[in-house]
């Protein structure tokens, strides 16, 4: 077996591991993204009250979209670690 050969074969092994970390990272991102999100609809909240059913509609938009980058980030996972 060639070197290009083995060095290929070791490289299919490390992709699980490297999967887990990715699907690490996008839910840790995710996680700060619903954190910042509803900082911003509370305090945009307490300084103008009467804009909180705009702002909620806003926040729960861009929660639905930080949730899907971690939802993609678990498909990526199973794909490649599968």
Do not use: K
Not at 47 to 73: H, K, S
Request: no cysteine.
């Amino acid at each position: 077996m060639s070197a290009t050969q083995v060095l290929a074969q070791q490289a299919v092994d490390i992709n699980p591991g490297l999967a887990a970390i990715g699907f690490g990272a996008s839910a840790i991102g995710a996680g700060i993204g619903v954190g910042l999100i509803w900082s911003a609809v509370i305090s945009g909240t307490a300084r103008q009250p009467e804009a909180r059913g705009q702002l909620m509609g806003i926040g729960w938009t861009t929660f639905v979209l930080a949730e899907l980058v971690m939802l993609i980030g678990l498909v990526l996972f199973f794909i490649a670690g599968g």
